[in-house]
T-cell receptor, first 115, second 108 residues
């Protein structure tokens, strides 16, 4: 099955902890993205990567970090510097090219709750 | 900042009726896309319409694009209970900008 997976589905974090959200795709896509969704809101772009070993900040990158060591994987770390991390996090991938030119494929999401 | 703005924010209809939702955007685009999101799930791509297209169909979906008004509409015909979801438009040139979505509820 081709697709994009995220784990875990639910994640609980204590204040002051860093946590890492996993995102894996086997669609052979070069581009990958992380979004944050808050209740009743649209998606806001955190980070994106168009190629291995390269990534750019999105609109709300503060308090987050990413790596792109492999084409298939784009993990997101929510650091303790992120003041309000409770949200639904979505990972997506697409073919490489001008951003916005191709459809995005989304994972099922990770719901992060800070205790 | 959000570019897309869907209208209405919420819509409730009876099964079999048509559902129309609209999306407005602010800057120029090279294409516009519609996605569906079931509660607590990821987004599923529905349809992409390019800036030089005015209308596109896919099954029970019909999308129109008016670049002069910077707006698009999504029509779902003969709606089903399974169509209950949030619908988002994504627009922009060189980036994906999502609106806040329309929450559609189809009553059986």
């Amino acid at each position: 099955d081709g697709g994009i997976t995220q784990s875990p589905k639910y994640l609980f974090r204590k204040e002051g902890q860093n946590v890492t959200l996993s995102c894996e795709q086997n669609l052979n896509h070069d581009a990958m993205y992380w979004y944050r969704q808050d209740p009743g809101q649209g998606l806001r772009l955190i980070y994106y990567s168009q190629i291995v070993n390269d990534f750019q900040k999105g609109d709300i990158a503060e308090g987050y970090s990413v790596s792109r060591e492999k084409k298939e994987s784009f993990p997101l770390t929510v650091t303790s510097a992120q003041k309000n991390p409770t949200a639904f996090y979505l990972c997506a991938s697409s073919m490489k090219g001008d951003m916005g030119a191709y459809e995005q494929f989304f994972g099922p999401g990770t719901r992060l709750t800070v205790l | 900042s959000q570019q897309g703005e869907e209208d209405p924010q919420a819509l409730s209809i009876q099964e079999g009726e048509n559902a129309t939702m609209n999306c407005s955007y602010k800057t120029s685009i090279n294409n516009l896309q519609w996605y569906r999101q079931n509660s607590g799930r990821g987004l599923v791509h529905l349809i992409l319409i390019r800036s030089n297209e005015r209308e596109k169909h896919s099954g029970r979906l019909r999308v129109t694009l008016d670049t002069s008004k910077k707006s698009s509409s999504l029509l779902i015909t003969a709606s089903r209970a399974a169509d209950t979801a949030s619908y988002f438009c994504s627009s922009g040139t060189y980036k994906y900008i999502f609106g806040t979505g329309t929450r559609l509820k189809v009553l059986a």
